[in-house]
C-alpha cells in the first residue's frame, strides 16, 4: 500500500490561488486573463465584476461587457 503525501492547509490555499489567479494582480484590463476562456459566472449580480477586480486593475476595459 503507498502512502499519501501529507498536504497541509496552507499548501492547498497557495496552490488555489495560484490556480485561480489570484496571486497577481494585472495592470490594465482582463483581455489577459485565462479565466475568461472558462467564462466568469456573475450569479449572484455583481460576483463577476468582484473576480475580474481582483485579479486586474481596470475590470471593465477594453469594452467588456457583463452579461
Known amino acids: 500500500?503507498?502512502?499519501s503525501?501529507?498536504?497541509d492547509r496552507?499548501?492547498?490555499?497557495?496552490?488555489r490561488t495560484i490556480?485561480?489567479?489570484?496571486?497577481?494582480?494585472?495592470?490594465?484590463g482582463p483581455a489577459g486573463l485565462g479565466v475568461l476562456d472558462l467564462g466568469v459566472p456573475n450569479v449572484p449580480a455583481?460576483?463577476?465584476r468582484q473576480?475580474?477586480?481582483a485579479r486586474c486593475t481596470d475590470p471593465l476595459a477594453g469594452?467588456?461587457?457583463l452579461a
Do not use: D, K
Open 1 to 3: 500500500m503507498s502512502s
Open 5 to 7: 503525501p501529507a498536504v
Open 10 to 15: 496552507a499548501r492547498v490555499m497557495r496552490y
Open 19 to 28: 490556480m485561480n489567479g489570484l496571486h497577481e494582480r494585472l495592470g490594465g
Open 46 to 48: 455583481g460576483t463577476a
Open 51 to 53: 473576480a475580474l477586480a
Open 63 to 65: 469594452g467588456l461587457t
